[in-house]
């Protein structure tokens, strides 16, 4: 069993997810966290003025997984999120024994 740990853009979120493979899967939990990477920030507009948000919003996704799904999972996440611009966000796979507790 291995937790796959995909942190991804909020707007892909629901794809990410309604394209997973039906096998395999124990369990799938979302929640909305922020952070920053290479992109450091970004700025937001409101009326005229510009705000600089020091966190990025984006969604993790923790996908319980029996072994040999791992790799479909996996490429199924990267196909379905990846955009090709900075911020794309990170996959991490973690055995079973070394997840964090959900």
């Known amino acids: 069993m291995k937790l796959i740990l995909a942190i991804i853009k909020p707007f892909l979120a629901e794809k990410v ?5 039906a096998e395999g899967i124990e369990q ?3 929640r909305e966290v922020k952070g920053y990477g290479r992109q450091k920030n970004y700025l937001e ?4 003025n510009e705000y600089s948000l020091a966190f990025v919003p ?4 923790s996908i319980w997984v029996e072994d040999e799904f ?4 996996f490429d ?19 055995p079973a024994d070394q997840a964090p507790l959900q």
Do not use: C, F, H
Request: charged content about 30%; overall charge negative; glycine content about 10%.
């Open 45 to 48: 507009s409101y009326g005229e």
């Open 28 to 30: 799938v939990n979302i």
């Open 70 to 73: 791992v790799d479909a999972v």
């Open 76 to 94: 199924r996440i990267v196909e379905v999120s990846r955009t090709g611009r900075l911020g794309d966000g990170k996959i991490m796979i973690l």
């Open 58 to 61: 984006k969604v993790e996704i």
């Open 17 to 21: 997810v309604e394209n997973l493979p």
